[in-house]
């Protein structure tokens, strides 16, 4: 028989596949305590504060007591291996994991000193501050200008259709976008190339000016190009937001944030300063790892 | 080496394998769309060659003079006076007039060649031109059913010719005079039901159809949405939800005369709405159409991509809004889609109304939803059981204009799929 929210069940089993993905040349378990982060995990100020967080799918344990500060804004990459629960755990930071019903978080998850999971907490106001950008694209199948404009409408950040204009065109501007897209607003947004989208989808993120932009994976379904583009956008962005990115391309990682998480089989490894995370890496498995002994 | 020339080889088999089994798969499908094809090319002819003499009527066009004396009339606005005038008989004498070697000793015999019918029609054109009276008129009056099946069907062992020999004789010369004509049968659209297959006609059925069309439309899609967007987005899962949704699909699979049964014991006898209205009728169709609604509804929410829903959701948007700005739209092809068809099948439905007594003989056309009422495909079914054959071309007519109606709705829905569809 149909399952009632078909939605909702393939999410779920797309990331309840993860945890139990395997590892090519799996290092023994008791490398890693669990709750125990190598490194700096730390930070003094601190826009998210992360505690003893548990993620659960079910049965399957997706984070394992994980322990993480996100200061204001840095750009944090998160690394590691398919399945070791990074996106999970970014997903957790704008309770985007709320519509699978199977996901029970456990621990503390404050931004600004609030929690994030309180039940008074309302949810639409969270997502408000904290945005997100996707894997894929996914624009709306409206106009550009609707696709940037929603966010604003919703929110009622707008009152006049000049305020909006204004809205549209600084966060088309901020995403690098305008130029392309200036003399077309009214054209649909899905006509748009891949990499195009993708600034679209950030754009769309900004025009509601959050506090804190997620990112999952934005860059891999991108041609190189397209790539470079969005990372400059990161490095313009990185001033005014606080940025949270998974990533599997270790470059990039290098390349765009002040802080890299290394997660391993839903155990957060190592935490520290990028330049440090990639030439002297404290943790055995950070180093197999960025060495390209596996994953 | 040898082991892959002869890997080769196995390969080279299996793909001739292959192929063979793909040609073969290809011609079982042609056979199948070539049966179903000629299953449709031969009901088509069927009907419309049974039926598209229904679409003509047999007139009588003679010169006719309105003797004020001969009609006991002198004032044609004075309602009285043309109740009790005599509007056959001016008819007769003109028709007489006409046909050759016909006297008074036979006015029976010419009387019968006129339809009981056409002594109303002439007050009717009377009352309208009242100054007609004491004049000489060319008019045109519809000829008797038996007359008209005479002259379409003459040479048909189908159809019993009821006219005399000597009657047939008249016939034959007034149709190469020209007197009798056959033309475009505008009776049968203008009409309601009649004991006379010559005056029966369609209207009363497609405006009941109409109305109780437009009663299960109003009723159905807003319930059907609303209940699927409901247990797609909202319902939790669980026990009692799963119960719900068993109980749509099997629902979807009652016989219709069960809803037309619950109907007359609901409907009826517990509410004491009367029989025979489209109001009833409609609410009994609504039943049956729900399931189909929801079940289609529920397909075109389930295919709108989840990136779509994260995407609003990612921005803050509440649930609501997730399903009003992005879900409904997206799935909205879908669902009307789902909800054509599922009219076209409620237009089509038959027993479910017989049992809520939509099968009594009207004449009227309906004027609204509580006046009693039949539907095309009950119209069908009534002709259809007439012993005389003239309403049997008057049911394949029918059948036609019932089958146009579905193919202009289903047209509709894959008109409304192809404009509304997006992109992503």
Known sequence: MNTINPAVT?????????????????????????????????????????????????????????????????????????????????????????SIEICKVTGSLQLDDQDIYDRRRDVVELRARVGMVFQKPNPFPK???????????????????????????????????????????????????????????????????????????????????????????MAEMSESYTIVIVTHSMQQAARVSNRTAYFHLGHLVEVNETNKVFTSPEHELTESYITGRFG | MTDQRSQAEIVRQSLKRRYRKERRFRAYGILAIAIALSALVVLFTDIIGKGYTGFTKTTITMEVNLDGEMMYLDDATDEKQMKMADFVEPLLQALIKQVPGATEENREAVRDLLNPYASNELREMLQANPDWLGTTQTLTVLAHTDVDVYAKHAGDSAYSIKLSERQQQWVDQLIEKGVVQTSFNDVFFTSGDSRDPSRAGILGAVVGSLLTMIVTLVLSFPIGVAAAIYLEEFAPQNKLTDFIEVNINNLAAVPSIIFGLLGLAVFINLFGMPRSVPVVGGLVLTLMTLPTIIISSRAAIKSVPPSIREAAEGIGASKMQVVLHHVLPLAMPGMLTGSIIGMAQALGETAPLLLIGMVAFIVDVPGGFFESATVL??????????????????ASAAIMVLLAFLVSMNALAIGLRKRLERRW
Request: charged fraction near 25%; glycine fraction near 8%.
């Open chain 1, 10 to 98: 393939s999410e779920a089993d797309q990331y309840q596949a993860e945890p139990v993905a395997p590892v090519r040349e799996q290092p023994e378990e008791t490398i890693i305590e669990e709750g125990k982060t190598v490194g700096r995990p730390f930070a003094d100020n601190a826009k998210f504060k992360l505690r003893d967080v548990n993620v659960s799918y079910g049965d399957t344990r997706a984070i394992k007591n994980i322990s993480l500060d996100v200061a204001k804004n840095e750009v944090i990459a998160f690394i590691g291996p398919s399945g070791c629960g990074k996106s999970t755990f970014l997903r957790c930071l704008n309770r985007m994991n709320d």
């Open chain 2, 377 to 394: 495909p009950v119209q069908v079914f009534l002709w259809a059981g007439s012993p005389e054959l003239a309403f049997i071309e008057r």
């Open chain 1, 143 to 233: 106009s550009i200008y609707d696709n940037v404009a929603y966010g604003p409408r919703i929110h009622g950040l707008a009152n006049r259709k000049s305020d909006l204009d204004e809205i549209v065109e600084n966060s088309l501007r901020k995403a690098g976008l305008w130029g392309e897209v200036k003399d077309r607003l009214d054209a649909t947004a899905t006509g748009m190339s891949g990499g195009q989208q993708q600034r679209l989808c950030i754009a769309r993120a900004i025009a509601v000016s959050p506090e804190v932009i997620l990112m999952d994976e934005p860059c891999s379904a991108l041609d190189p190009i397209a790539t470079a583009r969005v990372e400059e956008l």
